[in-house]
Structure formats: structure tokens, C-alpha cells
């Protein structure tokens, strides 16, 4: 990662000029299937990240060397698609469309793709591959953009950083995932020490500072991994929907879950069939969660934020059924463990990973607690690490 520029003349031939774009992945601390809902969400960005090194050139075709994969592939600007090709390479080239109907002239470029943001592990490595392809567009098409932030590439474009947000989610519908803002959205915005609030309604958002030196983000990758595109993330999402269709005959000024309070919900789930019920249950409640989360962190009580996060993760695994027997045992062994405030399945389930706040000194001894146990009793190998609350996109040479 740290000299991907020298790997890029390794594969592509030395003497260019290559530049550098990074998009963050992301873990979501608490507010979990409420982004698609209208609601809110409570992420901040990673270290990890994906990176693209690049050269552009006039000719209307992309190229890229995938070093996770050993694997090249390539397609045209505004032409046929490849007959078949690899899935990872759907992502820019939806980017690319998405891009073009905004308006952006595309050029051309070839890359080296590099990333440390697991794949499958819920720490949207997608979204990050969606940012720092969008920058790799940008960046080709206006090459004189300084070294900077994304909003500096974005907005030599016309674009906001909001917006292009935006266009990355409708990039992964494309790819098949009917995902909500909060992943491209925190992987543009995220905030060194800071985890963002975001309204995904309006796009609103305020930092949040996340106290280090009383506790510790800790991220444990269950080694189970999933594909969202299997159906059961859309099909939740259809329940939801489903769910604030038929509350709307109660006030016609619900537009989506995020608009249904916990007594308003209260005073009409009987009307609900038993599985839509349980899955608008967790939403109205994961949204009240998220805002007594701001309120706990505001005041630095991070036993009650950590709280929050145990109630979260009870009904995911219960409501909304997207938890299963690996997240339950590491939860259950962070919960276990003293001096974890708090610990829950992270992203959108299936497998992945858990996020537990951690008082420092306690770090190591869940570390420990989980390598003496998990994998005996799960049949598959963890991957634990900290992480401080990263910046987001930027272009980085």
C-alpha cells in the first residue's frame, strides 16, 4: 500500500507521473438498517482503506490491475460493456456511468487497485472501492487537481462532496445492492477522532468526538462472509417498506420508518404481519438509539453509549434476524470480558465483523479471550484490530 506508485511502474512500465487516490471503509458504531430507512447512523472511517494508483491517458478506456485478485481487466468509456467480466471490475465501471450522466467528460486511465479493507467483513469495502474510483475519474479528467482532499476534485467538477456521495450508492444499485447513503457517504466525510451523525435524509451531519484515551474502538472479523446480492439485505428492505406503507393509513405524514416513533409504532404493530412487525420494530428503535447515543457521548458517558450497543446488537439478532452464531459467540465473549462497555455486529449482518468500545487497558485481555476461545468453538480464524476514526477521501498524490 505504502508504494503502490512503484508497483504501478512494476505492472504498467516506468516514467509516468502517477497519482493517488484513497477511499476509507467504514464501521458503523451504532444505527444499523436505518440508512435506507430515512433514519440515522452513527459510523466513522477507517485507516483501511483502497487505494488506487493511476496515470490517465486520451484513449476512452480503463485498465486495472487488481493486486487482491493477480488479475487485469479493462472496458470502454461510453461503449459495449465486457461480455463477462470479473465482479470486482463492475463497481468502476458503474462508477463510470453514473459519473458520465452527471456530466463529467471521462478520460481514460490505468491503475493499480490495492486495498486493506476486508472484503465481506461489513466494513464496506465497496463503497470504498466506489470513492476512490469516482476520485480516480475525477482526478483523470481535471489532472491539474493538487494533492488535497476529495472535496477539492469534486467541486472542480461541480459536484458537492454530498452529491457525489449520491452517485456512488446509485453505482452499487447498479451492482445490485440497493444500499443506503451512510458507507460512500462517511468514506467522503469521515473525520480524524470523530465519528459522523448523519441524517440520512437530508444529508445533515455533525461530528462527533470519539474520547480515545477512555476508549478503544475495537473490530473483530468474524471470518464469515457474505453476499448482500444473495436477496436477504433487499428483502429486508421490502419489509421495511412494506411496514411504513401500512402504518401510513395511520398518519399520512409517514414517508418511511424514520417518520414512525416508538409510541406511535406501539399503537398500531398489531396491524402489522409478525415479520414486517419485528423488522419495523428494530428500525424505530435503532433510530431512538442512535439519538440517546449522541446524547450519551455528549455527556461522556460511555457506559451508557456502550449500553446502546449491547440493545442494538439484541435486536438485530432477534428482530431483525441478520446476526448468526459466530457475531453471537464474539459478542458473547466481549461481553464476557472485563472493561468492554459495549459490542455488536456491525454493517448489515450475515456475517463480518463486531465492534466493541473498549477501556484501553482491556484491550489486550480481549484480544486474548478471543483467540482462546473463538475459533476452537466457531471452526474459523478471527482477525481483531483497533481503529482510529480516520479521515475520509482524499487524493493523497
Excluded at 349 to 376: H, I, K, N
Aim: with cysteine; hydrophobic share 40%.
Amino acid at each position: 500500500m505504502a508504494d503502490l506508485a512503484t508497483r504501478f511502474g512494476e505492472i504498467f512500465g516506468p516514467g509516468e507521473p502517477v497519482r493517488v487516490v484513497r477511499g476509507p471503509g467504514r464501521v458503523n458504531l451504532i444505527g444499523e438498517h436505518t440508512d435506507y430507512n430515512g433514519g440515522f447512523v452513527m459510523p466513522m472511517a477507517l485507516e483501511a482503506a483502497v487505494r488506487l494508483a493511476l496515470v490517465p491517458h486520451d484513449e476512452p478506456t480503463v485498465t486495472l490491475w487488481s493486486e487482491q485478485f493477480a488479475e487485469r481487466a479493462s472496458f470502454q468509456l461510453g461503449g459495449e460493456p465486457p461480455a463477462d467480466p470479473p465482479h470486482w471490475l463492475r463497481y468502476p465501471m458503474a462508477v463510470a456511468e453514473v459519473l458520465a450522466e452527471e456530466g463529467v467528460a471521462l478520460r481514460g486511465f490505468r491503475a493499480v487497485l490495492d486495498g486493506d479493507v476486508p472484503v465481506g467483513s461489513g466494513l464496506s469495502s465497496s463503497a470504498a472501492y466506489e470513492v476512490a474510483s469516482a476520485l480516480a475519474f475525477l482526478v483523470a479528467a481535471k489532472v491539474e487537481i493538487a494533492a488535497g482532499p476529495a472535496k477539492v476534485a469534486a467541486e472542480a467538477h461541480g459536484l458537492s462532496t454530498e452529491r457525489l456521495a449520491v452517485l456512488c450508492q446509485s453505482a452499487e444499485h447498479r451492482v445490485g445492492v440497493r444500499c443506503g447513503i451512510m458507507d460512500q457517504f462517511i468514506s467522503l466525510h469521515g473525520r480524524k477522532g470523530h465519528a459522523i451523525v448523519l441524517d440520512c435524509r437530508d444529508l445533515s451531519y455533525e461530528p462527533v468526538p470519539l474520547p480515545s484515551d477512555r476508549a478503544k474502538v475495537v473490530i473483530i472479523d468474524s471470518g464469515v462472509r457474505r453476499k448482500l446480492t444473495s436477496g436477504a439485505y433487499n428483502e429486508r428492505r421490502s419489509q421495511c417498506e412494506e411496514g411504513a406503507g401500512r402504518l401510513r393509513k395511520f398518519d399520512s405524514d409517514i414517508e418511511q420508518l424514520r417518520d414512525v416513533s416508538i409510541e406511535v409504532f406501539q399503537a398500531h404493530e398489531s396491524a402489522l404481519p409478525q415479520i414486517v412487525r419485528r423488522r419495523c420494530r428494530h428500525v424505530v428503535t435503532e433510530n431512538a438509539r442512535v439519538i440517546q447515543s449522541i446524547e450519551a457521548l455528549g455527556s461522556g458517558d460511555l457506559e451508557r453509549f456502550g449500553k446502546l450497543l449491547d440493545a442494538s446488537h439484541d435486536s438485530l439478532r432477534d428482530d431483525y434476524e441478520v446476526s448468526g452464531p459466530e457475531l453471537d459467540l464474539l459478542v458473547r465473549i466481549a461481553r464476557g470480558t472485563e472493561g468492554v462497555l459495549g459490542s455488536r455486529l456491525t454493517g448489515a449482518g450475515f456475517g463480518g465483523c463486531t465492534v466493541s468500545l473498549v477501556r484501553p487497558d482491556a484491550v489486550e485481555t480481549l484480544r486474548e479471550a478471543v483467540l482462546a476461545r473463538y475459533q476452537e468453538q466457531s471452526g474459523y480464524e478471527p482477525r481483531i484490530w483497533t481503529s482510529e476514526a480516520a479521515d475520509g477521501a482524499a487524493v493523497e498524490v
